[in-house]
């Protein structure tokens, strides 16, 4: 009985072809469409028809024929998707370098903090859409600044590696607490209940409230365990932390050393020093 339909090209895998598909089909990254696609040919290379194939993975004869054929004609490469066709390119190079350039090197017009896609748009010529897509593409945002500063404190380098050893590698028996403060924290009491949150709608309260007064915070987190110890004074001066000192002796073992890492509060620009 003689044989119907058009012959199909041998398909041989190679060892390093064969790990590779495998690899892919069963990678939990891998798209699902890369993994059906390496499926595919590893069942044609196993001998099965491009019909039991399709029953198979439950997909049409052409779409068997198909990445068969792509991977007989360019092997793995032949997989991936190939390129679409749409509109060509409108905007050059050229016009990108100089959105770049005039965002980082030039300042923005007077009266103007920073750039904005609208005033940068009129100044290139480009859409406000397009100046858009290009500071996204190379991770441009003229509206955010973050500050620094340098400390001036002579005992800088000495004082960080005091704190960073007493984190990492604390003495033997010796307790480690990060001791800090929150000055006006204010009482407020709302006019009215707060409506709990439900599905689709966020949790709502009354704009109006009522202040009875402010307080201060103390605590000091054990940065092993993470218990806290935390007290509220009324007032913020040395007599309230000489107070919660007293505290932190009272309700921790009187057989561990005690060190203390807390702020200047004079300057809080000045970094953290250990106290023993």
């Given amino acids: 009985m003689a044989r119907t339909g058009r012959p199909k090209a041998e398909l041989v895998l190679s060892g390093v072809e064969r790990d590779t598909l495998v690899r892919w089909s069963r990678r939990a990254r891998t798209s699902q469409a890369l993994a059906l696609r390496a499926k595919i040919v590893l069942a044609c290379a196993d001998g099965a028809t491009n019909q039991d194939v399709s029953a198979s993975f439950q997909v049409r004869p052409q779409t068997v024929a198909k990445w068969r054929g792509r991977f007989v004609r360019d092997r793995l490469e032949g997989l991936s998707d190939e390129p ?3 509109a060509p390119r409108k905007i050059t190079d ?7 350039t005039k965002t980082l090197e030039q300042a923005p017009p007077r009266g103007d903090t920073h750039w904005s896609t609208r005033s940068m748009a009129q100044s290139v010529g480009l859409s406000q859409t397009a100046v858009s897509r290009i500071w996204r593409a190379f991770g441009l945002k003229p509206h955010v600044v973050q500050t620094w500063k340098l400390s ?14 007493l984190y990492l590698d604390p003495p033997a ?3 480690v607490l990060c001791v800090d403060e929150k000055s006006q924290m204010q009482a407020l009491d709302r006019t009215a209940p707060m409506l709990p949150m439900m599905p689709g709608v966020p949790a709502r309260r009354t704009h109006d409230y009522i202040r009875y007064a402010t307080t201060s915070l103390f605590a000091a987190l054990d940065i092993t365990t993470g ?3 935390g007290q509220h004074q009324r007032r913020h001066r040395h007599q309230e932390f000489l107070r919660f000192l007293k505290t932190i002796d009272r309700n921790t073992p009187a057989e561990l050393d005690l060190h203390l890492i807390c702020d200047n509060c004079e300057d809080d620009q000045v970094p953290s020093r250990a106290v023993v």
């Fill in 84 to 86: 679409r066709p749409g």
């Fill in 173 to 175: 028996k010796a307790l």
């Fill in 227 to 229: 218990k806290i110890i």
């Fill in 94 to 100: 050229e016009q990108v370098e100089d959105v770049i």
């Fill in 152 to 165: 001036t404190d002579p005992q800088f380098v000495e004082k960080v590696r005091d704190v960073v050893g």
